[in-house]
């Protein structure tokens, strides 16, 4: 190992960008989003870089890994690796959640802390040989480009509160003025899929719910059905519908959507893989989920119970090592490989690009990105493209992204003013509904 690069030094850099008031089952999106960029560096002198959600939990942990990545040697980053995943830290992990706009909701986060460290080893991995990084995944790269789905969300009107939304009113028309406009109905998430086609060229929509009525939700997804004929749209509801819920709406939208995302969830005592193999059954509707399959373990229950059609993989959640693997058992089991996002900068952008890139086989369902909602922000020189509703593989080895020290420098500055670091989304839902409280079971504007 005498001619492996070493790891030189480790940092932690978390930041901050901006957001729209985008509503979710947790509440309206904080003006502010808080991701950590981890950057390596090496003795041959390259630099590495990883992208992960960011909680104060997390940031402790990166810092507790320290030690373990600076002095190693790049070539054995499986040994550096498996140190981690055998680390107290890993064994403490509960289940990984997706709750993470409930603040009370604190697990470890060691899958994210992993997820940073191992994109950025593998970033620099791929420089020193000269491979993009969807090449050092076990499958290796099968495509330039992968489908994205245009995330669209009920917008609230940033107007009602005191937060520091942008504006977007010196935007010219269209996306990047729309998305901070407040929409709140059928029609205006219509307005906003037609700006999304024009900027990126979707054929692909996921409509988040758990806003509104079902009933709503539903009526949103058949008027962007009526609008764009061709393409395939869907809506997470993120478990908030009984499963009586689901499974009438389930049969309303079957043959008119590819999946249902999390439809339903944990009730009456049967766990959310049950109850979405219940719902299944009921309806023939295929399953995405990335609530109740963020682990081997829960991913093993889930498909023991036949409740799923796609895991939703996310790199974070996962590492992207290990989402290759899903994807693997994906085209070996015949399900469908996919992939769940949250806010995020262009780092893990080029995270989710090379991921799908290596993705064997055909059955792959566009990937979620809410990049189009930051889009105008990043963090490096030339950010992944979408275009055609493709989200294309940068060129050049690793990641294929070089940071851009400047506005890191801005994006960690932005993070040292905020007041609440860690996300929180039932903050601005208080402009809308006095004492507003999440309640997993009810979309978040029915109280
Ligand atoms: O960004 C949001 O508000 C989403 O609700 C996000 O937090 C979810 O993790 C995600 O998009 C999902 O459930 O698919
Ligand atoms: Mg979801």
Not at 99 to 105: G, L, R, V
Not at 258 to 267: I, N, S, V
Not at 322 to 347: K, M, P, R, Y
Request: contains cysteine; proline residues 5%.
């Amino acid at each position: 190992m005498s001619d492996s690069p070493v790891i030189n030094s480790m940092r932690i850099v978390p930041v901050a960008g901006y957001d729209s008031m985008l509503l979710n089952i947790g509440g309206a999106h904080n003006c502010f989003f808080t991701r950590i960029i981890v950057i390596l560096t090496d003795s041959a002198g390259h630099t590495g870089v990883g992208e992960t959600p960011c909680h104060a939990s997390t940031l402790q942990l990166l810092e507790q890994f320290r030690p373990l990545i600076e002095g190693s040697s790049l070539l054995r980053l499986n040994a550096t690796l498996s140190q981690l995943f055998n680390s107290e830290a890993r064994q403490q992990q509960t289940a990984h959640t997706d709750e993470i706009h409930i603040p009370q909701m604190n697990p470890e986060k060691f899958y994210n802390a992993a997820a940073a460290i191992e994109a950025a080893l593998l970033d620099l991995q791929g420089k020193l040989f000269n491979l993009p990084v969807a090449d050092l995944l076990t499958s290796g790269k099968q495509r330039d480009r992968i489908p994205v789905l245009g995330y669209l969300f009920y917008i609230a009107d940033r107007r009602l509160t005191n937060m520091h939304y942008r504006s977007g009113e010196q935007a010219p028309d269209g996306w990047f003025r729309l998305r901070h406009e407040a929409a709140m109905d059928s029609a205006g998430v219509q307005r906003l899929a037609e700006a999304a086609v024009e900027q990126y060229g979707f054929r692909d929509f996921k409509l988040k719910g758990g806003v509104m009525a079902g009933e709503l939700e539903v009526e949103t997804v058949e008027a962007l059905l009526r609008r764009f004929p061709h393409a395939r749209v869907t809506v997470d509801p993120n478990a908030c519908w009984s499963l009586d819920e689901a499974i009438r709406f389930g049969k309303q939208l079957a043959g008119k959507v590819p999946y249902l995302e999390d439809p339903c969830g944990a009730e009456q005592g049967y766990s959310g893989r049950e109850t979405l193999a219940e719902f299944r059954r009921a309806t023939g509707v295929p399953v995405a989920t990335n609530m109740i399959a963020n682990d081997w373990r829960q991913l093993h229950h889930a498909l023991q119970l036949n409740a799923i059609d796609i895991p939703l993989a996310d790199p974070h959640f996962w590492t992207m090592r290990n989402a290759n693997v899903v994807a693997q058992l994906c085209n070996e089991w015949g399900l469908t490989t996919g992939c769940h996002s949250n806010n995020h900068f262009d780092i893990s952008l080029a995270m989710v690009a090379h991921l799908g890139a290596a993705a064997p086989g055909e059955r792959l369902t566009a990937f979620d990105t809410h990049w189009i909602w930051q889009d105008g922000q990043q963090l490096t020189h030339q950010p992944p493209q979408i275009r055609d509703g493709y989200l294309e593989l940068p060129p050049g080895p690793g990641l294929g992204i070089e940071l851009n020290m400047e506005r890191v420098e801005q994006a960690h500055a932005l993070y040292n003013t905020l007041p609440d670091k860690n996300r929180n989304d039932a903050l601005g839902m208080q402009f809308l509904i006095d004492n507003w409280r999440y309640d997993a079971k009810r979309p978040s504007l029915v109280r």
